[in-house]
């Protein structure tokens, strides 16, 4: 008996949620390549003049391989590749052991390459084999009359490239899985036409796949314009995996004790919602729970995924959430295992290959991988399913450990942590503050090392006495906010306790050379001001700044002609530090071949040359015959001094520094404009000193440095602006 859902007779919530979510699984649009082929410009493969029940025989039937073969020929001058030339088209079928493809030599073996690439790419990434070889294509049309006719593969089989070495030729075999009709040709017929398409056929024999193509000419007999290309075929990439999904998903599949408004699961999720189902008593401890005994954690496991595993162990449903690297993994692999010791199955799926191989690495470096059986990529094919079921069954049944033994163990461990766990968390004394407090509060203020303050043992001081000594602490600490840090005081340091009569005569003369050191340096900070026509330092900290500004001001360049040193040296000092790269790449090459060639190499078109010499001077029988080596020869030898370039590889060496060089003059040409917005005048083009602009350029972003550090007198403000 099986379920038949009506949504105007049965109007469960359940049942209308899952037809949604069902709709949009489904993609019946003309985006869908299963509906509408189309060839890709970069990857996949078209088959021409060859027999799809020829093919079929040799891929299933013989469970063979075939290469492929150009029927286009290469333009002239194209390079050799790992392809044999093949025959040409002639209209009947050329499958021998290689099947004829449209394209030429070059074009067949980027399209194989791209191909393979994207294959394997999908399988690791997705689990998933898309390639196919679609064998047939329904040529159908929509009902409006302007429409285009559109194709859509008729028998798609799973299919895999291989080649033996990178110089070996390409080879298509049927991958290991069944070959199936186009299911969503099927749905999309039979919902927008009302033609049925056998879905699930017998594909053994070559009268199966002739019984096929019979029945979806049938079907579509009495549209105008559509029709059965047996013939057609084509290696792409098709993927149908959300509708089998829609399949899985119709309730009319369901038995009808098992519909899906009786799952409780479906029905949480569409419904009803998870209300607390008893799961595990929150006012008991995790310990009381989860005893060692029963537990089978093979991995560490923190408070919060214990009570995860609890959770799941008394039945209930959960999402877990957490960021990278917080043990979801560990989590899942110690679920697997408790449930696997219960005695159940479990199914662990993943959008992502990458997590499924992480949860089975851990299991099988703990030495629980026998318990895995891989069904993604190339392990979902029936002969590794099959192998690795022998060989796990072969293996036999794993010998347990002593469970006593390590019960009791784990009994009396747990026991000590427990204790220190009570023991941090139980206030010390009459303080009321547990160690695990006083430890946290140490961490925030993280000293360097713990002071040791004399008196009666703190552990016996009740809350109040603890609250006086806190008020004096903070109370030293604002004096000390106060007067600074005593070490740094004027008086740090002073041990006299008396006031001898010749103590006042050295005081005071040292208070004579201090004052007269004094007023040298404030005159000589004067005439420093005056030189720059600004106010003079009123105290020792604009005394430094002004002697910050002489230290530029000796340093600075010759500055005539330059703009002034404005805020782009500091916010984008690149354009400029390019330009003078430039000049440099360009100064030194040219110094380098400037003895080797006369200056009339630098502007001469060489490029010419440098294609004639590359294409003729690789063989003495072209050097001896070629006309256009021999003037070019004579072209880049004219313009060279002793010793004079003879031989191809001399002469492309030649070139190639003369025409790096007219590189470097045109990229330092290109930056002229930027340059000179920051240089002025001193940007002298070519014959700039890449040297003395540079030696300016790190002077300007020192001085605009010192300016936004504040380290030069305020009064300078105007000068900076209108100096340079």
Known sequence: MRYTFNPMADPDPVLASLLKSRLELLDLSLRNPLLNYRPSVRRGVEIVDEKSAQVFDALLLQEGSLRFHHTKESAPGAEEDE??????????????SSLATPYTRETLGERLRETHADAWLSLQERGANTLFLALGMLRWREEEPSTPDRLAPILLVPAKLERKSARAQWALAAADE?????????????AAYGLSLPVDPPLETLEDLEKLFAAVEHAVAERPGWGVMRDRMALGFFGFGKFLMYRDLDPANWPAERSP??????AGLLRDGFRDRGGVDATKSLDVVRPPGPTMEVMDCDSSQAEALAEVAAGRHLVIQGPPGTGKSQTISNLIAEAVYAGKKVLFVAEKLAALEVVERRLRNIGLGELCLELHSDKSSKKEVTSELARTLASGRPEAPPEAALVEGLEALRARLNAHATAVGT???????APFDAVGRLERLRPKALPRVPGAPMAEWPAARFEEALDRVEDLAAKLAEIGTPARHPFDGCGLTEWLPGDREKIDAALAAAAAATRAARDAAAELAKAFGAEPARDAGELEAWLRVAALATAAPDLGGVPPIGESWTKNPTPFTQAVAALKTLTTRREKWGSRVIPQAWTADLLQARGDINADG??????????????AKRLVQGLSRPPIPKGPIELLETVDAVLEVQAATKDVE????????????????????????????????????????GNLPPTLGGWVVGAW
């Open 83 to 96: 392809f044999t030339p093949g025959t040409l088209g002639t209209g009947e079928a050329n499958l021998a």
């Open 178 to 190: 069944d070959p199936g009709v186009n299911l969503s040709l099927a749905e999309k017929l039979r």
């Open 261 to 266: 408004a009786r799952h409780d699961v479906l």
């Open 427 to 433: 206030p010390v004394g009459s303080s009321g503050l």
């Open 618 to 631: 690789s063989s003495w029988l072209k050097r001896l015959f070629s006309g256009r080596y021999k003037a």
């Open 670 to 709: 290109a930056r002229a404009a930027s340059a000179r917005a920051y240089v002025g005048e001193k940007w002298k083009g070519a014959d700039s000193s890449y040297e003395e602009l540079g030696g300016l350029g790190d002077w300007a972003m020192k001085f605009r440095a010192a300016v936004l550090e």
